[in-house]
């Protein structure tokens, strides 16, 4: 097609040359010629950077804003509209949210306490939880995070319920973990029933079950000290995606872990990380991976191929 | 009037738009983000159609979102600086403050864009909207591509220039 007007012919301010580029890299139909222009233009003043930065928030924003065609009659009637409830407005979300939980952990945080009852519980990082009860017996609700109860047999009958489900100890030790509404139950001793609607299961130490919007998975082994490594202050990892270990480190730390690319987020990554450390462990896998690692701060790491 | 009960349509299509962002290549956390951005959008925009078009609305605002997010990924390879490439994608940061639209910010975007010339608003929507290139544009509204860029760079200009003016304006008025 015929090139688009250069820039420099009458696109004279910041804002009017970050929106000459922004169209035109929307479009996609720029030439190699146009993204070293590009390039060369933003990395020359950072008033450019800003100004683009600006332009493309701009497009962004607008991509949930009604834009039918021009009836600003039907359009005004909603502008008058109630303002929803500010649910969602400073957290993420209402199932990471509990104002109301009995015990909470900071990121970073592990923590032993002693529940009614007199059974123990540790509190992995991020971790809310209640004190719930059911069918006449004491139990906990797990928000959010991971907790290991050690519930001996003299102590009376106890559940989890987590994501809808219930978990039933008779005695022994075991371990929940509810990420984003997919919950892991791992038994390292005695057994575990499972209840989740008209489904259950049985879990043996040695094994776990993760169930997930309703649905139960298959019992399988699993290598209890890896597993549960982070009771002691560590995280292992054997043969696991880096997008996956991302994601159990973002648990961990304050702070974003941004992996880019797909090919990037599905290395295998096998290691061992100690928790009061978690800070040095990228840049030790940025070596060994290959990869390029940037840390901005506490709040961002960007990981992408090097 | 409009009132949608945001934590029904959090709990009944929340996983349904995780699982149509993952389809479309994205990693868990980042389908995970533009899930919540999409409610987050949903509090904060002022003109939501009637809640019966609940879910195409959350639909194509995730979907937006995610275009959004490879046009960003694909603009920050084309600079090859690295510090420079950071600033560029700092709107994924997890800073909320950052990447959230407050309801009074996205009400004066929708101000400006209902404010822009007819010509140069339906150019504007056919590429937000229908995310149409400017050659289909041009045949669609009958004038030549090039004229369709240029009428996009102008509106971008004025929607950009007129937040900046309303910006000033109220941080006068305080």
């Known amino acids: 097609m015929t090139r688009f007007p250069n820039p420099d012919s009458g696109f004279q301010t910041p804002t009017e040359q970050a929106a000459y580029w922004f169209a035109l890299l929307l479009d996609g139909s720029e030439t190699e010629e146009d993204r070293r222009a590009f390039a060369s233009w933003i990395e020359k003043d950072p008033r450019n950077m800003t100004a683009f930065n600006e332009v493309e928030r701009l497009w962004s924003g607008s991509s949930s804003l009604h834009l039918a065609a021009n009836n600003k009659v039907g359009r005004r009637a909603f502008l008058g509209g109630t303002v929803v409830a500010g649910i969602l407005a400073t957290g993420w979300g209402v199932q990471r949210y509990h104002p109301t939980a009995d015990f ?57 319920a987590a994501s809808g489900a219930r978990s039933w100890s008779r005695g ?19 057994s575990v029933a499972v209840k989740l609607a008209d489904q259950a299961r049985l879990v043996s130490g040695g094994q776990a079950v993760t169930y997930h ?43 974003k872990i941004i992996v880019i690319g797909d090919h990037v987020a599905s290395r295998k990554v096998t290691m061992s990380v100690d928790l009061d450390r978690t800070r040095d462990v990228l840049p030790t896998l940025a070596g060994a991976l290959s990869l390029k690692i940037d840390q901005f701060t506490d709040y961002l790491t960007v990981i992408r191929a090097a | ?31 995970d983000d533009i899930v919540q951005d999409t409610f987050l959008r949903v509090v904060a925009t002022p003109s939501l159609p009637e809640q019966r078009f609940a879910q195409s609305y959350l639909y194509r605002t995730a979907n937006n979102l995610v275009i959004d997010h490879f046009r960003r990924e694909r603009i920050l390879s084309f600079v090859s600086d690295p510090d420079m490439a950071f600033e560029l994608i700092a709107d994924d940061a997890p800073n909320p403050e950052q990447i959230a639209w407050s309801r009074q910010e996205l009400r004066r975007l929708q101000t400006a864009l209902d404010a822009l010339p007819r010509h140069l608003r339906d150019v504007f929507i056919l590429a937000r909207v229908g995310g149409e290139t400017y050659v289909d544009i041009g045949k669609k509204l009958g004038i030549p591509s090039q004229t369709a860029f240029s009428r996009m760079v102008k509106a971008l200009t004025i929607v950009k220039e007129a937040m900046e003016q309303d910006e000033k304006n109220r941080s006068a008025i305080r």
């Open chain 1, 104 to 160: 909470r952990t900071a990121t970073g945080e592990r923590r032993e306490l002693t529940l009614p009852g007199g059974m123990r519980a540790l509190l992995a990082s991020g971790t809310t939880m209640s004190l719930v009860s059911g069918q006449g017996l004491a139990g906990v609700e797990l928000h959010e995070g991971e907790v290991w109860f050690d519930h001996s047999k003299g102590n009376r009958d106890f559940f989890v």
């Open chain 1, 172 to 190: 022994g030790s075991f371990d929940v973990a509810r990420y984003d509404d997919q919950t892991t139950v791992t038994v390292e001793q005695g």
């Open chain 1, 213 to 255: 919007d309703g649905k139960m998975g298959a019992v399988h082994d699993v290598n209890i000290a890896n597993a549960l490594a982070w009771r002691d202050g560590r995280l292992v990892f054997v043969g696991d995606k880096l997008g996956d270990v991302a994601r159990i480190l973002e648990r961990w730390q304050s702070g």
């Open chain 2, 1 to 31: 009037m409009t009132h949608w009960d945001v934590n029904t349509l959090f709990r009944t299509y929340r996983r349904r738009l995780l699982q149509f962002v993952q389809r479309r290549k994205l990693s868990w956390h980042l389908a």
